[in-house]
């Protein structure tokens, strides 16, 4: 295919959303330059819980079967009570859910999620991957950008797209709002061998327990062969660095005032590794010119509700549907697509964050959370989730 754009777009980080953020932009005709820091492309993580507006983001770049191939579609989402141990709340995901969402909602391995991406990308002669890669700066040299590397190499482009999640170099410029501060939680995540996972706790679907202060959750990934664990902290006491791993003499400790059953599971891993849990407040722009940003670089947000790839998936085909229709006017299109996608993504983050006092309620409070979910049907709960499972018109 001839490309609609003789100089590639340059878009800085190759996670899933800069992966996608090509793909899509190939798939309407644009050749793009992914600059990726790491040596290698991958995910750093194992756990992905992939909801219906995701998949049909992946359908639509012409890579859902791929990533669903080792996918687990799951068949509930389960919120247990950490204190007592009764549920609190049910979603079954069968065909009713299905047929309301256009798609099942899965849980994947990262990998298998951003490999699917990558396959694609490779084979796509629009774009140009590189790794090595750590964009440190850009200026505006109009009608473009010079893209810096930390090599100190310039890479003059029509165009950037900062896709270089939480920690965003592009960001940088075109926000300048600091570093992402604490959102006053932390996760610690392992993963379990399926075969020392207890069998009653091996359920074909995430089993999330609310703690007070604190939350877990285990799914299988990867033909059942390993069980993610992720327990989150509420705390605003940072004593590990990012990557850190640590013993779980140091942190079973901190997870008190729950039952036994998810203990058992927490009590299997033989390390974890820490995480400081980043977040922003939703902010009015994320563009400027022809630079703009995607995914965690633009809009941040806490795991709460897992919809952090899903919306970097989103933001992907949001852009390269506004380039299309902007005929790669880059700065018209990315405006284009701030104005669509802002107010969607700000709700997430917000309600992501809103989850915090769901998740880690005591006393009372944990009474009037579960009080909250007595009673509600399955189409209850879908109603509810409409807005945030229903794939924008944007997605096609
Ligand atoms: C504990 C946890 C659980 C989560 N669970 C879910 C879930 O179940 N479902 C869900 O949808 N979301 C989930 N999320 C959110 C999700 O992981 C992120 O929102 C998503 O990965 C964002 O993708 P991204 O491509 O924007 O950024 P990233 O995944 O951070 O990718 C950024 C890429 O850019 C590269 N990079 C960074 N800086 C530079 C630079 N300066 N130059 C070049 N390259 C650079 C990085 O190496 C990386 O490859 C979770 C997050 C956490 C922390």
């Given amino acids: 295919m001839a490309a609609r754009n003789a100089n590639p777009v340059a878009i800085a980080g190759g996670g899933i959303g800069g992966l996608a953020c090509a793909l899509a932009l190939a798939r309407q ?9 790491a040596r290698e492309f991958g995910e750093a993580g194992v756990g992905l819980q992939v909801a219906p507006n995701a998949l049909s983001v992946l359908d639509a770049l012409g890579v859902g079967h791929a990533a669903k191939k080792n996918a687990l579609l799951i068949e509930r989402l389960l919120m247990m009570d950490a ?15 299905v047929r309301r969402f256009g798609n099942p909602y899965a849980v994947s391995h990262r990998a298998d999620i951003h490999g699917a991406l990558l396959d694609a990308c490779r084979a796509n002669e629009l774009i140009d991957l590189r790794t090595d890669s750590h964009v440190s700066d850009f200026k505006f040299e109009p009608p ?32 300048a709002d600091g570093d992402p501060p604490s959102a006053g939680a932390v996760i610690f995540r392992a993963t379990i061998p399926a075969a020392e996972m207890p069998k009653d706790l ?20 990867r033909d059942w062969s390993l069980f993610n664990l992720g327990c989150t902290l509420a705390t605003d006491k940072l004593e590990y660095g990012d990557g850190a791993d640590v013993s779980p003499l140091q942190v079973l400790p901190k997870f008190t005032g729950g039952c036994e059953t998810p203990l058992r599971a927490m009590q299997i891993p033989k390390a974890f590794r820490h995480y400081v849990i980043r977040h922003r407040e939703p902010v009015e722009n994320w563009t400027l010119g022809p630079a703009t940003l995607i995914g965690d670089a633009a809009h941040p947000m806490v795991q709460y509700i897992a919809q952090g790839a899903a919306m970097a998936l989103e933001d992907a085909i949001c852009l390269a549907s506004a380039m299309h229709e902007a005929d790669g006017e880059f700065s018209s299109a990315f405006r284009r697509y701030q104005a669509l996608r802002i107010v969607r993504t700000a709700r997430v983050q917000i309600s992501s964050l809103m989850m915090d006092r769901i998740n880690h309620a005591r006393g009372i409070e ?31």
């Fill in 202 to 221: 091996q359920h074909p679907y995430p089993t999330f327990w609310a703690g007070p202060g604190w939350h877990a959750i285990y799914y299988p990934v």
């Fill in 29 to 37: 005709g644009f050749r793009s330059l992914v600059l990726e820091q």
């Fill in 83 to 97: 204190v007592t141990g009764e549920e609190i709340a049910n979603i079954p995901l069968d065909a009713r859910f």
């Fill in 144 to 175: 473009g950008v010079t893209v810096f590397l930390a090599s100190g190499t310039p890479i003059a482009a029509p165009a950037l797209i900062g896709a270089d999640g939480v920690y965003s170099n592009v960001r940088k410029r075109i926000v």
């Fill in 366 to 396: 944990r009474k009037v959370r579960n009080s909250l979910f007595e009673g509600r049907t399955a189409e209850d709960y879908y109603d509810r989730l409409a807005w945030l499972y229903t794939p924008p018109p944007y997605v096609r």
